[in-house]
Each structure stands twice: as C-alpha cells, then as structure tokens.
C-alpha cells in the first residue's frame, strides 16, 4: 500500500529489504531451488510456497538490476 502526499511518502509493507543488503549470489540460488521444486511438485503446498520464493528471488533480482542501471 502506498500513500502519496505533498509532503510525505508512506509505504506499508510486510517486508522491505536494503539496496545495499541485496545479494545477487544468493537471490540467484533462491532462484534456481524454488524452480527445482516447481519441477518436482510434491505437494500443492510446497509448490505454492516455492512459487512465492521464486518471485521474491525474481523481484530481488530486478531490484538488483535497476540498482546497477542507477548507479549504486
């Protein structure tokens, strides 16, 4: 949720994680083992537990890009 005003920003959130906290090794990692068990898909829930790994290992690394683009 994101509210915008004037003066002021507020962003809520479950989470949020530092640019500079980022790790592209381990992101990558994360990656790879949520897709290993989408392939192997024992459970409904293991598979739905790896899918949300896989998009906050796909969305660190994103982040990770946009960071370099900029710079930083």
């Given at each position: 949720?994101?509210?915008?005003?004037?003066d002021v920003l507020?962003?809520?959130?479950?989470?949020?994680?530092?640019g500079k906290d980022l790790?592209?090794?381990?992101a990558?990692?994360a990656?790879?083992?949520?897709?290993?068990?989408?392939?192997?898909k024992?459970?409904?829930?293991?598979?739905?537990?790896a899918?949300?790994?896989?998009?906050?290992?796909?969305?660190?690394?994103?982040?990770?890009q946009?960071?370099r683009?900029r710079?930083?």
């Amino acid at each position: 949720m994101l509210e915008v005003q004037p003066d002021v920003l507020t962003i809520l959130a479950d989470t949020a994680v530092r640019g500079k906290d980022l790790d592209e090794a381990k992101a990558l990692q994360a990656k790879r083992q949520a897709e290993e068990v989408m392939k192997t898909k024992i459970s409904e829930i293991e598979y739905a537990r790896a899918q949300a790994e896989l998009i906050e290992a796909v969305s660190q690394l994103a982040a990770i890009q946009k960071l370099r683009k900029r710079g930083h």
